[in-house]
């Protein structure tokens, strides 16, 4: 069954080092998200991807966070440098135009 | 006012009882939706979806949308232990660009 991959699953970093996440995609799904989810809270939008364009990066923290995917297929996500509040889950999501989203099992970010 | 509401729980129920999940939106424009499942430290899952008002059913899972009333639901039948996690609403536009907005998400805990 197909589905999205995100790795790593778990990092621990220190507070001002720079970290990065990676996600493949389901294959074909041009459309691509990466959530942030703070616990016990619901995902919320970092950035959309269309193939390699941005759609939405409205709340994303440019001064610290980028994005990319420059061939329309993976991304990756990066912080630098990452502080004690981006302790979080970093959920990647696919869809196919604007349908349902797939969700990969995201990568817990522990800042210390 | 946050434009997806939903009861946070926790919500404790005994083995086979019935269910009720629910979500309010304020944003007229959503006519995509979506039930998740997330396990403890896992990626939500996709459960339900539904396009516009009605119902939905897929063997123990029915999902209902009331567009007029702003108002969706997920019924559980006959819920099981394996039921136990966080249950989360998305809705969509489903125009181009539009991403999906999810509720907070209501814990439920399926008791043997």
């Known amino acids: 069954e197909a589905e999205v991959a995100q790795s790593p699953r778990y990092k621990i970093t220190e507070k001002s080092q720079a970290v990065a996440f990676w996600c493949d995609p389901i294959s074909g799904h041009a459309t691509l998200y990466w959530y942030r989810q703070i616990l016990g809270q619901g995902p919320e939008l970092l950035v959309q991807?269309?193939?390699?364009?941005?759609?939405?990066d409205s709340q994303l923290p440019k001064d610290r966070f980028s994005a990319e995917r420059l061939k329309g297929v993976d991304s990756t996500l990066k912080i630098q440098p990452a502080e004690l509040g981006d302790s979080a889950m970093y959920l990647c999501?696919?869809?196919?135009?604007?349908?349902?989203?797939?969700f990969g099992q995201g990568t817990r970010l522990t800042v210390v | 006012q946050k434009e997806v509401e939903q009861d946070p729980g926790p919500l404790s129920v005994p083995e086979g009882a019935i269910v009720s999940l629910n979500c309010t939106y304020s944003n007229s424009a959503f006519q995509y939706f979506m039930w998740y499942r997330q396990y403890s430290r896992k990626g939500p899952e996709l459960l339900m979806y539904t396009y516009s008002s009605g119902n939905k059913e897929d063997g123990r899972f029915t999902a209902q949308v009331d567009k007029s009333s702003k108002y969706i639901s997920l019924f559980i039948r006959d819920s099981q232990p394996s039921d136990s996690a966080t249950y989360l609403c998305?809705?969509?536009?489903?125009?181009?660009?539009?991403?999906?907005?999810f509720g907070p998400g209501t814990r439920l805990s399926v008791l043997p």
């Open positions: 998305a809705m969509s536009a489903g125009n181009y660009g539009q991403n999906f907005v």
């Open positions: 999501a696919s869809s196919l135009e604007d349908t349902e989203a797939f």
């Open positions: 991807f269309q193939d390699e364009s941005v759609v939405d």
